[in-house]
């Protein structure tokens, strides 16, 4: 019995350098479990991102990063739309899509003036014919979709419409975007 | 006649009850007890119980089974959150000595039968509840004081869970409820 206990106090000891407690670990598995949406992107080299833990818990209509299928704004047009919420704005982009896949979805300057984001209050937009924005979706699966995105935006100075005052066209660059396990909701 | 058929509780509790009752000797505690480990800074000093049947089986060693119940107190913004745990244990005690007096070392191994932590999760109390392997490591003093015996001991315990451990040291004194005699004079 004497020759146990050494083998005992290393077992003890190796079984407490477990680096988590009880419940961490269980915080831990549950997290994984109802997973977590994320989206981050760079505006000119400054970082946005957030995360929204078990984000298939948001309501459809109000939600902090989702993507929900509805009507284009007088139309009876289906559309899907991404938005974004962070403490630095928020972003949108649609996918002129009725159903709603893996692929490549970009606009341009040529569709006219299209918002895509807010950064610290200016507005930047798709305005200028160099202008774009493109996302890849490159999955869905599960009603989650990832991906990634970049675009070349121009800044509202004021806002006047139709006489809207832009910044230098092109001078907002949108770089290392991505988005993953971002629910879509019906 | 429908005959009673005994549940898996209630086997429990009367193998518990044998156990106690044929123990030579049993006893009781009361002691201070600390979390310790990666994130448990916000423990305070928690409180520990137990009762212990003891079966001699030598003038040098014991064999125990004790039933404990701890209770760890979390300050973390939320009322009354904290972990408490319930094990049951089988121990090895030998005194040094081997008189059955003095010093003494108890390794333990169990299992927890009930385990709760409630913590502040996002503005929330959640309770997490678990059971797992018990291991401890105790060292301690048998004395008399007058015509009481008293034991003054410090245990290491950790129980584990999914993936993780609570550990946490406890001092305490031991008051014999029934004490039966060893060849020992005292």
């Given at each position: 019995m004497k020759q146990l206990l050494p083998v005992f106090l290393i077992t003890l000891f190796l079984s407490s350098c477990l680096k988590q407690t009880i419940a961490d670990a269980m915080l831990a598995d549950s997290e994984a479990q109802v997973g977590v949406a994320t989206m981050s992107y760079e505006v000119n080299g400054n970082t946005v991102t957030t995360s929204v833990k078990d984000p298939d818990s948001q309501s459809p209509t109000a939600y902090q990063l989702g993507c929900s299928k509805t009507l284009y704004y007088g139309t009876t047009i289906p559309i899907y739309?991404?938005?974004?919420?962070?403490?630095?704005?928020?972003?949108?982009?649609?996918?002129?899509?009725d159903?709603?896949?893996?692929?490549?979805?970009a606009l341009n300057g040529s569709y006219g003036?299209?918002?895509?984001?807010?950064?610290?209050?200016?507005?930047?937009?798709?305005?200028?014919?160099?202008?774009?924005?493109?996302?890849?979706?490159?999955?869905?699966?599960?009603?989650?979709?990832?991906g990634n995105f970049s675009g070349r935006l121009t800044p509202m100075i004021t806002a006047g419409n139709p006489n809207n005052t832009y910044g230098a066209p092109g001078s907002v660059l949108i770089t290392n975007g991505s988005f993953k396990n971002v629910p879509v909701f019906y | 006649m429908r005959a009673l058929k005994p549940t898996n509780t209630m086997l429990k509790g009367i193998l518990a009850s044998i156990l106690f009752f044929?123990?030579?000797?049993?006893?009781?505690?009361?002691?201070?007890?600390?979390?310790?480990?990666?994130?448990?800074?916000?423990?305070?000093?928690?409180?520990g119980a137990y009762v212990k049947g003891i079966f001699p089986v030598s003038q040098a060693a014991d064999l125990t089974l004790e039933l404990g119940a701890n209770l760890f107190f979390l300050n973390d913004g939320g009322t009354g959150d904290g972990t408490a745990v319930i094990p049951i244990k089988a121990g090895y005690r030998y005194s040094l000595n081997g008189t059955g007096m003095g010093f003494y070392v108890e390794p333990q191994?169990?299992?927890?039968?009930?385990?709760?932590?409630?913590?502040?999760?996002?503005?929330?109390?959640?309770?997490?509840?678990?059971?797992?392997?018990?291991?401890?490591?105790?060292?301690?003093?048998?004395?008399?004081?007058?015509?009481?015996?008293?034991?003054?001991?410090?245990h290491y315990e950790t129980v584990i869970a999914h993936g993780g451990s609570d550990n946490y040291v406890s001092l305490g004194l031991t008051f014999y409820l029934r004490f039966g005699k060893r060849d020992t004079d005292y």
């Open positions: 739309s991404l938005d974004f919420l962070s403490t630095s704005g928020d972003m949108g982009f649609i996918f002129y899509s159903s709603l896949s893996v692929g490549h979805y003036d299209t918002f895509v984001l807010n950064y610290y209050n200016t507005a930047e937009f798709v305005h200028d014919l160099s202008d774009s924005i493109s996302f890849n979706i490159t999955s869905y699966s599960h009603g989650h979709i990832s | 044929i123990a030579v000797n049993a006893e009781a505690q009361l002691g201070v007890i600390k979390m310790v480990g990666p994130n448990t800074g916000q423990y305070s000093f928690g409180i191994v169990g299992y927890n039968i009930y385990g709760v932590t409630s913590e502040n999760v996002d503005g929330y109390t959640k309770d997490l509840t678990f059971h797992g392997l018990v291991l401890a490591a105790g060292t301690g003093y048998l004395f008399m004081a007058g015509k009481t015996p008293l034991d003054l001991n410090l």
